[in-house]
T-cell receptor, first 114, second 114 residues
Framework: KQEVTQIPAALSVPEGENLVLNCSFT??????LQWFRQDPGKGLTSLLL???SQREQTSGRLNASLDKSSGRSTLYIAASQPGDSATYLC?????????????WGLGTSLAVNP | GAGVSQSPRYKVAKRGQDVALRCDPI?????LFWYQQALGQGPEFLTY????????KSGLPSDRFFAERPEGSVSTLKIQRTQQEDSAVYLC????????????FGSGTRLTVV
């Protein structure tokens, strides 16, 4: 059974720091991995999608890597800003019967302090 | 539309009341998913539609939960005789093709059963 773990559970950093959020998964048979951002009381905003054949994706100050064989992904945030404060969730997509389900980590709660 | 739209944003229901939650996916998205997110937890899969066909409903917690997508676009999640444990955020996501190109989530409906 696929299990997704995110470390750390919470992170508080001063503005301007570069930081790394970690996501690990136990079953490497995935289709893709997606990083999401969730603000309090809000829905999920997709940040980056990495297909299983890819090793990284970049969008602005965000870079996500994927090492499928070792079951790990990292989300790198450069020059963090207070507006980056949110919960970051990673989810892997894998086959389940007629469906591809998303299996989720519990998230990393990030606070960027001015 | 440009994104996934969910309504209502907030719903307070008295225990035992029936509720209906609506999801309007991105136009042309074949796949539609419902997830339940309890406070402090990652989303949990409820059910999946491909067009109008409900291909997977294994995540529905009880027979009080029912979902439909009669014309392959708008979907409704209905909860009968609501209980306090049903309190959660209900998220809808759509995808062009079974998540191959990632998932787009709506803002969710926060259901509080009192």
């Amino acid at each position: 059974k696929q299990e997704v773990t995110q470390i750390p559970a919470a992170l508080s950093v001063p503005e301007g720091e570069n930081l790394v959020l970690n996501c690990s998964f136990t079953d490497s048979a995935i289709y893709n991995l997606q990083w999401f951002r969730q603000d309090p009381g809000k829905g999920l905003t997709s940040l980056l999608l990495i297909q299983s054949s890819q090793r990284e994706q970049t969008s602005g100050r965000l870079n996500a890597s994927l090492d499928k064989s070792s079951g790990r992904s990292t989300l790198y945030i450069a020059a963090s800003q207070p507006g980056d404060s949110a919960t970051y969730l990673c989810a892997v997509s894998q086959r389940s019967g007629n469906n591809r389900k998303l299996i989720w980590g519990l998230g990393t709660s990030l606070a960027v302090n001015p | 539309g440009a994104g996934v739209s969910q309504s209502p944003r907030y719903k307070v229901a008295k225990r035992g009341q029936d509720v209906a939650l609506r999801c309007d996916p991105i136009s042309g998205h074949v796949s539609l998913f419902w997830y339940q997110q309890a406070l402090g937890q990652g989303p949990e899969f409820l059910t999946y539609f491909q067009n109008e066909a409900q291909l997977d409903k294994s995540g529905l917690p009880s027979d009080r939960f029912f979902a439909e997508r009669p014309e392959g676009s708008v979907s409704t999640l209905k909860i009968q005789r609501t209980q306090q444990e049903d309190s959660a955020v209900y998220l809808c996501a759509s995808s062009l093709l079974q998540g191959t190109y990632g998932y787009t989530f709506g803002s969710g409906t926060r259901l509080t059963v009192v």
